[in-house]
Nanobody, 128 residues
Framework: QVQLVESGGGLVQAGSSLRLSCAASGRTFTVNAMAWFRRGPGSEREFVAAISTSARGGNATNYADSVKGRFTVSRDKGKNTVWLQMDSLKPEDTAVYYC??????????????????WGQGTQVTVSS
């Protein structure tokens, strides 16, 4: 089992920055990739960014087109923590952001079905 806890959400103005954190615990040595997804009002959960955490994956990253150049995903292996740095936030970034862990995908996949463990989510609200 892997437990994930997100933090760092909040209410900010457009153009601001936020950094989300995801702390993993449990059998973290089984995790090969971690990702961030989000679900906006009235929307389905969508991919935001992912990072490989396995030796074979080599810290590879992957981003949704909507956040490329604005968001950065990174990790601290020793602390079992993944961050999502969000800059130049827009009102359309308003969503609940979820951290997810994959045991099966070496590469930072955007496929929801590859992620077996999910956090409870943290709310990000961007006002115009």
């Amino acid at each position: 089992q892997v437990q994930l806890v997100e933090s760092g959400g909040g209410l900010v103005q457009a153009g601001s920055s936020l950094r989300l954190s995801c702390a993993a615990s449990g059998r973290t040595f089984t995790v090969n990739a971690m990702a961030w997804f989000r679900r906006g009002p009235g929307s389905e959960r969508e991919f935001v960014a992912a990072i490989s955490t396995s030796a074979r994956g080599g810290n590879a990253t992957n981003y949704a087109d909507s956040v490329k150049g604005r968001f950065t995903v990174s990790r601290d292996k020793g602390k079992n923590t993944v961050w999502l740095q969000m800059d130049s936030l827009k009102p359309e970034d308003t969503a609940v952001y979820y951290c997810a862990a994959s045991l099966i995908s070496v590469l930072p996949t955007s496929r929801k079905t590859s992620y077996a463990y999910w956090g409870q989510g943290t709310q990000v609200t961007v006002s115009s």
